[in-house]
């Protein structure tokens, strides 16, 4: 088992920051895969971002490009998502979740079925 917990969620103003983190405990949790997703009421769980194991490919969803940052610190069995610039539609629960495969194909790591674990989500509000 792998356990995912979620933190640095919170309320920012618009073209502010936050940095969420995942830290992960359990079964050799440095080797999957991990992507972040999001999710607002009434609507399916949506791709932010992925890394793979090594920390070497990582991919993001258009609207995350060139403002969000995933990255990875095995050693500490932590993910990290900075987002920067955030807009009042980033505002949503962002989870992690870790994917036991080691394969990183867009179909893959965009998928929410195809991860095995989550963590319970972190809440950020982006206010106007």
């Known amino acids: 088992q792998v356990q995912l917990v979620e933190s640095g969620g919170g309320l920012v103003q618009a073209g502010g920051s936050l940095r969420l983190s995942c830290a992960a405990s359990g079964r050799t949790s440095r080797s999957y895969t991990m992507g972040w997703f999001r999710q607002t009421p009434g609507k399916e769980r949506e791709f932010v971002a992925a890394i793979a194991w090594t920390g070497s490919n990582n991919y993001y969803a258009d609207s995350a490009k060139g403002r969000f940052t995933i990255s990875r610190d095995n050693a500490k069995n932590t993910v990290y998502l900075q987002m920067n610039n955030l807009k009042p539609e980033d505002t949503a629960v962002y989870s992690c979740?870790?994917?036991?495969?080691?394969?990183?194909?867009?179909?893959?790591?965009?998928?929410?079925?195809?991860?095995?674990?989550w963590g319970q989500g972190t809440q950020v509000t982006v206010s106007s």
């Open positions: 979740a870790a994917r036991i495969l080691r394969t990183f194909t867009i179909v893959d790591i965009t998928t929410p079925r195809q991860y095995d674990y």
